[in-house]
Structure formats: structure tokens, C-alpha cells
């Protein structure tokens, strides 16, 4: 069982930049494959990056390639999702996900993923 708690989100004006946290309970962080999904009012949940049980690999949606970087910390159970020159569409609710396939082979698939967090508000004005 992993419980995941998000952190970081709130209001930021286009151009900002925003650090979300995903802190994991467990002993075996690492043997997990992590994932960060958004979901805006009215719309579906969407990928928006994932990262290997080893950090070896990163995924990212075409739409925030270049601005956002995502990171892990095993050693403190720890994911960063840095999020720069954030755009009005960023506006969503931002959810840490864990996959008990430390490759997450199907990244961009919200059914890879075995664990979420409660979501974080993540809020761009124009």
C-alpha cells in the first residue's frame, strides 16, 4: 500500500513557476514508477509526465515539454514536479500517481497507475 500526499499548488501568474511535491509512504519507493496527471473543469484527466522507479527515464506530454522537469528523491520518498513559464491552460488539478511497474510502460495510461494522491490546485492568471 502506497499513500501519496501533493503539495505545492496555488495561484501564479503566466510566466511563472510552480514546485509541486509528492511525498510517498512505503518502504520500496523506489520499486514504484511515478506519475503526475492533471485534470482542468470540465475536461478529462490527462498525462503530463512520468518518471522510471530509477529515475533513468522521464515522459513528458508534448504539452509541457521544455517547461516542465520532473525529478525523485528515493532516499526521502520524495517527486518534484517543476513547472516553469506556466501557461493559463496549466490551470487544473494536479495528481501524483504511483505504478506498481517501476517502468511504467504505459506512462500516458491513468489505468498504469495503482496509487493517488488527493490532487493539488494549480491556478495560472493571465
Known amino acids: 500500500q502506497v499513500q501519496l500526499v501533493e503539495s505545492g499548488g496555488g495561484l501564479v501568474q503566466a510566466g511563472g513557476s510552480l514546485r509541486l511535491s509528492c511525498a510517498a509512504s512505503g518502504r520500496t519507493f523506489s520499486s514504484y514508477g511515478m506519475g503526475w496527471f492533471r485534470q482542468a473543469p470540465g475536461k478529462e484527466r490527462e498525462f503530463v509526465s512520468a518518471?522510471?522507479?530509477?529515475?533513468?527515464?522521464?515522459y513528458y506530454a508534448d504539452s509541457v515539454k521544455g517547461r516542465f522537469t520532473l525529478s525523485r528523491d528515493n532516499a526521502k520518498n520524495m517527486v518534484y514536479l517543476y513547472m516553469d513559464n506556466l501557461k493559463p491552460e496549466d490551470t487544473a488539478v494536479y495528481y501524483c500517481?504511483?505504478?506498481?511497474?517501476?517502468?511504467?510502460?504505459?506512462?500516458?495510461?491513468?489505468?498504469?497507475?495503482?496509487?493517488w494522491g488527493q490532487g493539488t490546485q494549480v491556478t495560472v492568471s493571465s
Open positions: 518518471i522510471t522507479g530509477s529515475a533513468g527515464f522521464r
Open positions: 500517481a504511483a505504478s506498481s511497474d517501476r517502468l511504467v510502460r504505459n506512462y500516458y495510461n491513468a489505468i498504469q497507475y495503482d496509487y
